[in-house]
């Protein structure tokens, strides 16, 4: 199994950058898909970006201004938040889950890993 803990989140002007970082530890650490996930209010959770074996997803609303990356030796996941908007505003969390076909439309039945998230506020 895997345990996740996110840090990073913060408020931040519209335009602004911020970069979230999520700690992993587990013994099949190496062996998951990992994603990022977002839900604001009254909304469903969202899939944001996700990574494979150094292949990345994004979803439309955040490509190329967002950017996931991951140091394996530091077992970290980060998030690299740039040109932010406020509807960036959301809880983001960090999410595992086992390699599966169609990892990339980032569904949250697959992930079944989760940390405890970190609020992103972006103001206007």
């Known amino acids: 199994q895997v345990q996740l803990v996110e840090s990073g989140g913060g408020s931040v002007q519209s335009g602004g950058s911020l970069r979230l970082s999520c700690a992993a530890s587990g013994d099949h650490y190496s062996r998951y898909c990992m994603g990022w996930f977002r839900q604001a209010p009254g909304k469903e959770r969202q899939g944001v970006a996700g990574i494979s074996d150094g292949t990345t997803t994004y979803a439309d609303s955040v490509k190329g201004r967002f950017t996931i990356s991951q140091d394996s030796a530091k077992n970290t996941l980060y998030l690299q938040m740039n040109s932010l908007k406020p509807e960036d505003t959301a809880m983001y969390y960090c999410?595992?889950?086992?390699?599966?076909?169609?990892?990339?439309?980032?569904?949250?039945?697959?992930?079944?890993?989760w940390g405890q998230g970190t609020q992103v506020t972006v103001s206007s």
């Open positions: 999410a595992a889950g086992p390699r599966t076909y169609g990892w990339w439309l980032l569904r949250t039945p697959d992930f079944p890993y």
